[in-house]
Protein backbone atom coordinates (compact mmCIF):
# COMPACT_ATOMS: atom_id res chain seq x y z
CA UNK A 1 0.00 0.00 0.00
CA UNK A 2 1.14 3.91 -1.05
CA UNK A 3 1.39 5.95 1.72
CA UNK A 4 -1.98 8.16 0.91
CA UNK A 5 -4.02 4.88 0.57
CA UNK A 6 -2.57 3.93 4.29
CA UNK A 7 -3.56 7.13 5.44
CA UNK A 8 -6.45 6.93 4.18
CA UNK A 9 -7.40 3.19 5.68
CA UNK A 10 -6.44 4.60 8.79
CA UNK A 11 -8.88 7.40 8.71
CA UNK A 12 -11.56 5.36 7.84
CA UNK A 13 -10.31 2.93 10.38
CA UNK A 14 -10.62 5.28 13.21
CA UNK A 15 -14.23 6.65 11.96
CA UNK A 16 -16.00 3.47 11.95
CA UNK A 17 -13.98 2.75 15.70
CA UNK A 18 -15.46 6.51 17.14
CA UNK A 19 -18.62 5.52 15.21
CA UNK A 20 -18.72 2.48 17.12
CA UNK A 21 -17.73 3.81 20.30
CA UNK A 22 -20.83 6.27 20.01
CA UNK A 23 -23.52 4.13 19.24
CA UNK A 24 -22.59 1.63 22.29
CA UNK A 25 -22.46 5.31 24.13
CA UNK A 26 -26.05 5.87 22.70
CA UNK A 27 -27.65 2.52 23.18
CA UNK A 28 -26.45 2.73 27.58
CA UNK A 29 -26.91 6.62 27.74
CA UNK A 30 -29.77 6.77 26.66
CA UNK A 31 -30.11 10.72 26.84
CA UNK A 32 -31.66 12.51 23.66
CA UNK A 33 -29.79 15.55 24.18
CA UNK A 34 -26.70 12.81 24.45
CA UNK A 35 -27.78 12.07 21.00
CA UNK A 36 -28.11 15.18 19.35
CA UNK A 37 -24.75 15.92 20.00
CA UNK A 38 -23.42 12.84 19.20
CA UNK A 39 -24.72 13.06 15.81
CA UNK A 40 -23.88 16.44 15.45
CA UNK A 41 -20.05 15.20 15.93
CA UNK A 42 -20.29 12.27 13.55
CA UNK A 43 -21.63 14.36 11.11
CA UNK A 44 -18.51 16.90 11.43
CA UNK A 45 -16.12 14.12 11.69
CA UNK A 46 -17.85 12.38 8.41
CA UNK A 47 -16.99 15.68 6.61
CA UNK A 48 -13.79 16.03 7.72
CA UNK A 49 -13.06 12.48 6.42
CA UNK A 50 -15.00 12.58 3.18
CA UNK A 51 -12.77 16.04 2.32
CA UNK A 52 -9.46 15.08 3.42
CA UNK A 53 -9.98 11.74 1.70
CA UNK A 54 -10.66 12.92 -1.21
CA UNK A 55 -8.25 15.38 -1.73
CA UNK A 56 -10.74 18.49 -1.09
CA UNK A 57 -8.81 19.91 2.00
CA UNK A 58 -7.50 23.25 1.09
CA UNK A 59 -4.77 24.56 3.76
CA UNK A 60 -4.58 28.37 3.05
CA UNK A 61 -2.08 29.06 5.86
Do not use: E, Q
Amino acid sequence: MTGDTLNRAMALLAFVILTGFVGILIAYVPRWDLAIMAMIMLVLAGWDFFHTATGRKSDHH
